[in-house]
């Protein structure tokens, strides 16, 4: 499936079946934004554009979740650990090194 989606060959029958999504529109120079949730996902995470380390270096993610499936705390919990992750990629290595089920502080 990830051969089909990097050479796009992914069809949207292959691709209906996910619980979450990543919506990125920084490429178009969009900031920040709020992505709507497609059923019969349940969570999608938008991300704006990155700026480069001498205009702050940082990114904007949110998160939309079907709140009939997704409770909102950890919902944001899962947020807050993507977001650890991102700011501090070698953590992500050393949890999956160690096999810890630990969310990052």
Not at 20 to 46: R, Y
């Amino acid at each position: 499936m990830v051969d089909a989606a990097c050479t796009h060959q992914l069809t949207s029958a292959e691709a209906d079946t996910g619980t979450c999504s990543l919506s990125n529109l920084g490429p178009f120079g969009i900031d920040h934004f709020t992505a709507l949730v497609s059923p019969p996902q349940s969570l999608v995470v938008a991300m704006g554009r990155i700026r480069p380390p001498a205009e702050g270096g940082t990114v904007s993610l949110t998160v939309s979740a079907d709140h009939r499936v997704l409770n909102g705390a950890r919902t944001a919990e899962y947020l807050d650990a993507a977001a650890t992750w991102l700011e501090r990629p070698l953590r992500l290595l050393l949890d999956a090194a160690t096999d810890s089920t630990e969310q990052p502080k």
